[in-house]
């Protein structure tokens, strides 16, 4: 049982001691019962309440390639903004990047008001993805705790992540010393991002105690998290695989082949997506190239 259920658990209950002889004494805690007939009723045993340490307050900002009026960045900010003692901040393109990779401009450029697709104040930045996170960072004074970049319309899988604006935005951040979550959804016939915001912000849960600087030395990797679009279909769950720097067939990594009813157990980055898994990799902080 987890520790906190099982601290509950040893709380309500006390152990028993029978002493030795016709007397027999119940111990809870530091409460003895008398023995003798017509004395004092037993105290009642108590019941201790442990309530769970409320979580630390985590600060992301949030970024990526499609623009900051894209619907896959309006549904993850809308399912971190959920989270308990959250608060989240979104700087992104004023315009859909896709594909410009870790490109930046050549001065810093200029940024302005914007709001997501459902509302959300924002800046939005008139350049490249990479720039919008060194917009956040060095110009507007944001000290997140942790970037997560996406949710990306179309997959960026093994050896197309150096094209990946999300990615790139997402090592910007590594550059920064800041650990960074890209996340991208596979292309399809529409986009239903609930269960990929679900994915992110259960990856953010289960990892957020290790996310409590605010910046330092430029780290090595950045995580990359790719969610089928399995349509009304489940995801299939979630594998953590070794990134792929080459594929055999790189049309497949692209292309909307993803089969979320299949019964395939692929060991590849590639293969599992396609089989209807998502994958999460860790990728190098800097392009092979």
């Known amino acids: 049982m987890g520790a906190v259920r099982q ?3 040893a709380a309500r209950t006390r152990l028993t001691v029978m002493a030795v002889g016709a007397t027999a004494a119940l111990v809870t805690g530091a409460t ?13 045993p108590t019941t201790a309440v442990v309530t769970p340490a409320a979580p630390q307050p985590l600060t992301i900002l949030v970024s990526n390639d499609d623009g900051v009026g894209a619907a896959g960045i309006d549904a993850v900010v809308t399912a971190l903004r959920a989270l308990p003692a959250v608060t989240v901040d979104v700087v992104a393109p004023a315009t859909n990047q896709s594909g410009t990779g870790g490109k930046t401009s050549p001065t810093t450029p200029a940024h302005h008001d914007a709001t997501t697709a459902s509302g959300v104040a924002a800046t939005a930045v008139d350049g490249f993805p990479a720039d919008s996170v060194n917009v956040a960072l060095d110009v507007l004074g944001v000290k997140p705790n942790l970037v997560v970049t996406g949710i990306n319309q179309g997959q960026n899988l093994g050896p197309f992540v150096d094209l990946s604006g999300t990615v790139g935005a997402a090592r910007a951040a590594a550059a920064h010393g800041i650990p960074a979550l890209a996340t991208s959804m596979g292309l399809g016939p529409a ?37 089928p679009n399995c349509g009304a279909a489940k995801i299939r769950g979630e594998r953590e695989l070794a990134t792929e720097p080459t594929v055999t067939d790189m049309a497949t990594a692209i292309t909307n082949g993803q089969d979320c009813s299949s019964t395939a157990n692929p060991a590849d980055e590639v293969g599992a997506f396609n089989a209807g898994f998502a994958t999460l990799t860790t990728i190098p902080a800097k392009p092979a190239k």
């Open 32 to 44: 003895a019962c008398g023995g003798s007939s017509g004395g004092s009723p037993a105290a009642a």
């Open 191 to 227: 986009f239903d991002y609930s269960q990929a915001a679900t994915l992110v912000t259960a990856w953010v849960t289960a990892h957020r105690a290790t996310f409590t600087g605010t910046g330092g030395a430029a780290l090595s990797t950045v995580t990359n998290l790719n969610i």
């Open 7 to 9: 601290a509950a658990w």
